[in-house]
Nanobody, 127 residues
Framework: EMKLVESGGDSVQAGGSLRLACVSS????????MGWFRQAPGKEREGVAT???????TYGGSVTGRFTISKDISKNTLYLQMNSLKPEDTAMYYC?????????????????????WGQGTQVTVSS
């Protein structure tokens, strides 16, 4: 069973940048879809970005143009580069994977589409 471990979360000022990493115990090349999700206190889990096996990416509207999802199959690692961070980006960020191909478009951002999850890494952005 694939296990996912996130890292890179930190406390930063608004306008700053962070890069999150998610290391998999298994070969991520076999994952049909991988993604990043976030959950702030009192809010539902929100899809941030997904990446398909062929590299096709999808982003949530609130992060488009600021965040970039990528993967390095040789390192079995998924990344999330976050630029121009805002206080509203504060949340626990989770990595997720599923053997199935990504659903098309924004449907791929549904958390129910993923069966494997990491434990999360905290991102806090202060104004």
């Amino acid at each position: 069973e694939m296990k996912l471990v996130e890292s890179g979360g930190d406390s930063v000022q608004a306008g700053g940048s962070l890069r999150l990493a998610c290391v998999s115990s298994g070969y991520i090349g076999s994952a049909g879809c991988m993604g990043w999700f976030r959950q702030a206190p009192g809010k539902e889990r929100e899809g941030v970005a997904t990446i398909a096996q062929d590299g096709t990416t999808t982003y949530g509207g609130s992060v488009t143009g600021r965040f970039t999802i990528s993967k390095d199959i040789s390192k079995n690692t998924l990344y999330l580069q976050m630029n121009s961070l805002k206080p509203e980006d504060t949340a626990m960020y989770y990595c997720a994977a599923d053997r199935r191909e990504c659903f098309p478009g924004i449907i791929s951002l549904l958390s129910s589409a993923f069966t494997t999850w990491g434990q999360g890494t905290q991102v806090t952005v202060s104004s």
